[in-house]
């Protein structure tokens, strides 16, 4: 196992445009985390899937923003009518049960949205 | 809730001299977790160090360790024999330990060393 995997690393669109991430976790991991980066911030908390269940989702996934891990496997994170604002680095990351807070990181998908 | 202060945004240090990043932490929690975490330039997050908050003992990873002040809700981190490749932004995190997984992060700290 290669570790956790992001697709596509970088997305240039038009705002109004749909964007979808992907992203594969460690196999063995049951938890899966979408956090969302800005420059100069830390990392976002967006929503967390344990198995194929959301179990949190924070007030920054608005309306436009649906994550969905059918299966429990890989997610995705689809946002519709793209805003200049939502330009960031969207980061994956995995961790098995038990080890609250220990995350395996992707390198993240950049957004830019023009 | 959560809040995490790192108020270094960057610091530079000469190879294999040591360096303390500082953190604050905020938590109305009793059992809590913090982490330091590195980003190094366009490469993915890791892990550096964990450290229970009903531990009392410092957390150490061979070059890294922490100095943990529950009373004062502080959280260092101090690397030694610094090397080229811990140039990288370090974030400070923590999460309660009550079934919430949400990691709160903060601003971080941008470490260059220097050759």
């Known amino acids: 196992d290669t570790g956790v995997s992001q697709d596509p690393r970088h997305k240039i669109t038009k705002r109004g445009q749909n964007v979808t991430f992907r992203c594969d976790p460690i196999s063995e991991h049951n938890r899966l985390y979408w956090y969302r980066q800005t420059l100069g911030q830390g990392p976002e908390f967006l929503t967390y899937?344990?198995?194929?269940?959301?179990?949190?989702k924070s007030r920054l996934l608005s309306d436009r923003f649906s994550a969905e891990r059918p299966k429990g496997s890989f997610s995705t994170l689809e946002i519709q009518r793209t805003e200049q604002g939502d330009s960031a680095m969207y980061l994956c990351?995995?961790?098995?049960?038990?080890?609250?807070?220990?995350?395996?990181f992707g390198e993240g998908s950049r957004l830019t949205v023009l | 809730a959560q809040t995490v202060t790192q108020s270094q945004p960057e610091m530079s240090v000469q190879e294999a001299e040591t360096v303390t990043l500082s953190c604050t932490y905020d938590?109305?929690?009793?059992?809590?977790?913090l982490f330091w975490y590195k980003q190094p330039p366009s490469r993915q997050m890791i892990l550096v160090i964990r450290q229970e908050a009903y531990k009392q003992q410092n957390a150490t990873e061979n070059r890294f360790s922490v100095n943990f002040q529950k009373a004062a809700k502080s959280f260092s981190l101090k690397i030694s024999d610094s090397q080229l490749g811990d140039t990288a932004m370090y974030f400070c995190a923590s999460i309660s330990n009550f079934g919430n997984e949400k990691l709160t992060f903060g601003t971080g700290t941008r470490l260059t060393i220097i050759p």
């Open positions: 938590t109305s929690e009793n059992n809590y977790y």
């Open positions: 899937f344990q198995n194929e269940a959301q179990l949190e």
């Open positions: 990351a995995s961790s098995s049960r038990g080890r609250s807070g220990e995350l395996f």
